[in-house]
């Protein structure tokens, strides 16, 4: 029994690493690319790792892209809805869970059903509304959205701030705190998981958002890395080395705030669903 058990042990984590190895292929190879010389990248037959080992494909990147305006136009686009998310997606779910008026539950609905609405429907809608305000090239349709809740992270953060216990929050009411009181020294330290995770998800969804940019920026010198990315594949499309650099140098910063977010985003994830 013990040894048929280390056998089915065995083959579950096998299963496991050939399947790890399966999604990584793709960005694996892509990593391999990038330091590829450019009589490499297409040798018969295909090799995953270097011949020899190269950064001149970074170099030519820098080169023929404005990859430093880029990163700082998407890291101020990413930090700003991140910051809109903190602000707006707590303080509905705290409403949401631990606040009783009437109109909560209808609330809730209104807010879960319009994550069934596919983005595409209120795609037009949206785009003649910001132009009606004369925000077209700008980042206020990228950036303010952020700050009137997401229907995703809300829902999430409700579901974590369930599991906090109402005997504490009663605890502080009759101590005399006020609202804001409980929402800044209870809830908010106690949802840190939910916190971060939601952090994460937003820096993510924004820092390899296409859409949203290509429709509403035109100026080149407020392009985001996912666009500036696109255009550089336009003009230097047989140039795979410097691209597939260029797509290194866009996936690392999502890749290592995920890394040093996981603790809490797996925590939060976790929480939040056993609800």
């Known amino acids: 029994m013990a040894r048929a058990e280390r056998l089915r042990r ?31 990248v297409f040798r018969a037959p295909p090799t995953l790792l270097p011949a020899e080992w190269t950064l001149g494909n970074f170099a030519t990147a820098f080169e023929q892209m ?25 303080l509905v779910a705290y409403s949401l869970s631990k606040l009783r008026w009437r109109g909560r539950s209808a609330l809730l609905a209104v807010v879960l059903s319009t994550m069934m ?35 995703f992270l809300i829902f999430m953060i409700r579901q974590f701030l369930m599991n906090v216990p109402d005997e504490l929050i009663a605890a502080a009411r009759m101590d005399g705190a006020s609202e804001l009181r409980i929402y800044l020294s209870i809830v908010l330290p106690l949802a840190r998981p939910a ?36 255009a550089f594949f336009g003009e230097h499309d047989v140039a795979w080395g410097p691209l597939l650099a260029a797509c290194v140098m866009f996936t690392m910063p999502a890749l290592l705030i995920f890394i040093f977010g996981q603790r809490y985003f797996v925590g939060g994830i976790s929480a939040g669903a056993l609800k």
């Open 10 to 40: 065995a083959g579950r984590r096998l299963a496991v690493a050939a399947l790890v190895l399966l999604f990584a292929f793709p960005f694996l190879a892509m990593l391999s690319t990038a330091f590829k010389l450019p009589e490499d």
């Open 66 to 90: 404005p990859v430093w305006r880029y990163l700082g136009n998407t890291l101020f686009i990413s930090a700003a809805t991140v910051i809109g998310t903190l602000v707006a997606c707590p």
């Open 117 to 151: 609405l596919p983005p595409q429907v209120t795609m037009i809608p949206i785009y003649l509304l910001w132009n009606a305000l004369n925000a077209g090239d700008t980042y206020w349709p990228l950036i303010a959205p952020a700050f009137f809740g997401t229907p």
């Open 195 to 230: 916190l971060v995770t939601s952090a994460v998800f937003q820096f993510v969804w924004t820092w390899t958002d296409f859409l949203n940019p290509l429709i509403y920026l035109n100026d080149s010198e407020k392009y985001t890395l996912s666009i500036g990315l696109y």
